[in-house]
C-alpha cells in the first residue's frame, strides 16, 4: 500500500523480467518470445464468434510500441494486456452424473471435470523466494493431471490463463509444457483478444472446452490465475467419466507449496545498498515512462522500491537491470531507488 501497487499490469511484468534474468535472454529476444506467444493467440481468436476482437496480429503488430500499441507495464505493449472491460457472459450448469441423467442429458451435452487443484503462492509479491517460477502453478497442475489419470501428451487442448505473458509463461515453465505446443495454449483466444470479465473468463475457458472435447473422445487443461499471480487453479475437463477421485487435500497441496518455496522476509522500509531482482516500468496513456518499480534484495531481506528518476527510467528499458547495485532512500513509508 505505501508503495501504490495495486494493479496487475505493475506486478506480472515482474515475474517476466525476473525470468528473462534466469534464462540469460537479452532484452530484445525476449520480448520477441513474449510477442510470437501472445499473437499466437490471435488466430484463434479470430476465428471466436464470441471474441471481443476477432482479428489477426503477427508478432511484430504485438510487440512493437506505437501511438495506437503503447507501453503499459514495461516490457508489455498494450496488446500484450488483457481486455476485462467487456459485455460479454458464460454460464454452465454443474451436476453430478446421475442427475444430468435424470435430467435427460445426453452424453454429446456435457463434459465431464476429471482433475482439479488449487495452490497459492504468496500474495505478497516480495515474499517469494524465485521470483521466476511459480511453484502454485506447478503444484496444481500436477495433482489436477493425476486426478484425471493423464499426462500433458493425452490432453487435446489448453486454455492457460493468459493476461499477460508472464501467466502463459510461467504455466508452461510448471507444466513443462513448450511455448510453441503445436496444440496451441489457448481455446478462447486469449484474455489480450476474445477478452474477458476478469476471473470471469475462465467460465468462457470452460465452455470452450465443452466445444472442444464434447463430441469426443478427448481431455482440456484449463488453468485460472488470480490476484498478483498468487492464487493457481488447473482443471481437466473430458469427453469420457474417469473413476471416482478423492477431492484434493488443499492443506497438504499448500503445504507443498510451502516446503518448495521458502518465504523472504519483507522490509516496510529499508535505506542503504541493494540488488535488483524484479522490476518494471509504468507507462501514462500518452506513452511516456511515469515511474519504476523494484523488487530488491537486501542485506536483511526484500524490499519494495519506487524510480522515478527519467534518466534511469529509460537505461532500466535499455538494458537488464536484475542484478544491478543500487542505493535506496526511506522516507520511513515509501523507498525510491538510484543507481
Known amino acids: 500500500l505505501n508503495h501504490e501497487v495495486g494493479q496487475a499490469w505493475e506486478t506480472f511484468p515482474l515475474w517476466d523480467t525476473a525470468r528473462r534474468a534466469r534464462r540469460g535472454a537479452t532484452l530484445a529476444d ?22 471481443w476482437r476477432r482479428e489477426v496480429l503477427d508478432a511484430a503488430t504485438v510487440g512493437t510500441p506505437t501511438t495506437a500499441n503503447r507501453y503499459v507495464g514495461w516490457p508489455y505493449t498494450k496488446h500484450e494486456v488483457a481486455v476485462m472491460d467487456v459485455d460479454m457472459s458464460a454460464a454452465l450448469l454443474l451436476a453430478t452424473r446421475e442427475k444430468a441423467d ?87 483466444g486469449g484474455l489480450p483478444y ?59 497441496l499448500q503445504a507443498e507449496v510451502e516446503a518448495r518455496q521458502p518465504r523472504r522476509p519483507v522490509l516496510t522500509a529499508w535505506s542503504g545498498p541493494a540488488t535488483v531482482a524484479a522490476y518494471t516500468v509504468a507507462h501514462g496513456r500518452d506513452g511516456s515512462a511515469e515511474r519504476g518499480l523494484v523488487v530488491l534484495d537486501t542485506a536483511e531481506g526484500r524490499a519494495l522500491a519506487r524510480v522515478y528518476d527519467t534518466d534511469l527510467l529509460a537505461d532500466a528499458e535499455s538494458r537488464e537491470l536484475v542484478g544491478q547495485a543500487v542505493r535506496v532512500s526511506t522516507d520511513g513509508k515509501r523507498n525510491e531507488a538510484r543507481w
Open 194 to 252: 476474445a477478452g474477458g470479465p476478469a476471473s470471469g473468463y475462465v467460465t468462457h475457458s470452460i465452455a470452450a472446452a465443452y466445444d472442444l472435447v464434447s463430441a469426443g473422445p478427448g481431455h482440456a487443461l484449463i488453468t485460472g490465475v488470480g490476484m498478483h499471480m498468487a492464487k493457481h487453479v488447473a482443471a481437466v475437463w473430458s469427453s469420457e467419466p474417469v473413476a471416482a477421485q478423492d477431492v484434493p487435500d488443499a492443506a497438504a
Open 30 to 51: 525476449d520480448a520477441a518470445e513474449a510477442a510470437a506467444l501472445m499473437a499466437a493467440m490471435t488466430p484463434v481468436a479470430a476465428a471466436n464468434p464470441h471474441a
Open 102 to 188: 435424470a435430467l435427460g442429458v445426453g452424453e454429446d451435452r456435457r463434459i465431464y471435470l476429471s482433475g482439479w487443484a488449487y495452490a497459492e503462492d504468496p500474495a505478497t509479491v516480495a515474499e517469494r523466494a524465485d521470483l521466476s517460477r511459480s511453484v502454485g502453478m506447478a503444484v496444481a497442475g500436477r495433482k489436477a493431471l493425476a486426478g484425471a489419470g493423464v499426462s500433458l501428451s493425452d490432453i487435446t487442448g489448453f486454455d492457460l490463463y493468459s493476461c499477460f505473458p508472464s501467466s502463459v509463461r510461467l504455466s508452461c515453465d510448471a507444466l513443462g509444457l513448450a511455448l510453441d505446443d503445436s496444440r496451441g495454449l489457448t481455446l478462447t
